[in-house]
């Protein structure tokens, strides 16, 4: 079964500033999509931006960028000039790419980020 | 185009009742899942249907949980004779199909308490 690790609880920045948010994932498929949720205080999840594996480019979104190391099972996740907006929970979620396997996401347990003004 | 809905957004019960959520895919998705967060953690998936059909039921306990998404209306989440250790958020996504380049899109959640 797959696994997705946060292992940061908690992370803290600036305003303005730039903050990488980690995530790692054990699994044996060579092919799945990992994606990014965004998880305010309202509690929707918000989809943040998507990776598929088999693609080399690292996907970007506006100021959300993320650095995709196949080889190393990382998925991070670069916010830049942070805004007081970004405050949130973010969940690191892994989707098996066969239609026959699972079909849930696994998600990491979050990473809480919180904006300093 | 409307987003996922789920209703109601919260629900207390006292245990020993049952609880009924709902969830309303988007326009044009005929593909629901259901995940459950409890407390300081991330989401586990349950339950994946189609129209009239469970595909998936891996992440679903055995015992008083039930799922149904009919031909007509909302898919519903059931569960019988609550206990406290069900109180949690539990979140609906729906996709297009089931394709694994389907992003699955959130509803805003049911917060379910049980006294």
């Known amino acids: 079964a797959q696994t997705v690790t946060q292992s940061q609880p908690e992370m803290s920045v600036q305003e303005a500033e730039t903050v990488t948010l980690s995530c790692t994932y054990d699994t044996s498929e060579s092919d799945y999509y990992l994606f990014w949720y965004k998880q305010p205080p309202s509690r929707q999840m918000i989809l943040v931006i998507r990776q598929e594996a088999y693609k080399q480019q690292n996907a970007t979104e506006n100021r959300f960028s993320v650095n995709f190391q196949k080889a190393a099972k990382s998925f991070s996740l670069k916010i830049s000039d942070s805004q007081l907006g970004d405050a949130a929970m973010y969940f690191c979620?892994?989707?098996?790419?066969?239609?026959?396997?699972?079909?849930?996401?696994?998600f990491g347990k979050g990473t809480h980020l919180i904006i300093q003004p | 185009n409307a987003g996922v809905m789920q209703n109601p957004r919260h629900l207390v019960r006292r245990r020993g009742q049952e609880a009924r959520l709902r969830c309303s895919p988007m326009?044009?998705?005929?593909?629901v899942y259901w995940y459950r967060q409890l407390p300081e953690e991330g989401l586990k998936f349950m339950v994946y249907?189609?129209?009239?059909?469970?595909?998936?039921e891996s992440g679903m306990p055995k015992e008083r949980f039930s799922a149904e998404f009919p031909k007509e209306g909302p898919s519903i989440l059931r569960i019988q004779q609550v206990v406290r250790g069900d109180s949690a958020a539990y979140f609906c996504?729906?996709?297009?199909?089931?394709?694994?380049?389907?992003?699955?899109?959130f509803g805003p959640g049911t917060r379910l308490t049980v006294l």
């Open positions: 249907l189609q129209k009239e059909n469970i595909i998936d």
């Open positions: 979620a892994y989707k098996t790419f066969s239609g026959g396997g699972a079909d849930g996401l696994t």
């Open positions: 996504a729906s996709s297009p199909q089931r394709s694994s380049t389907d992003t699955q899109y």
């Open positions: 326009k044009g998705h005929s593909h």
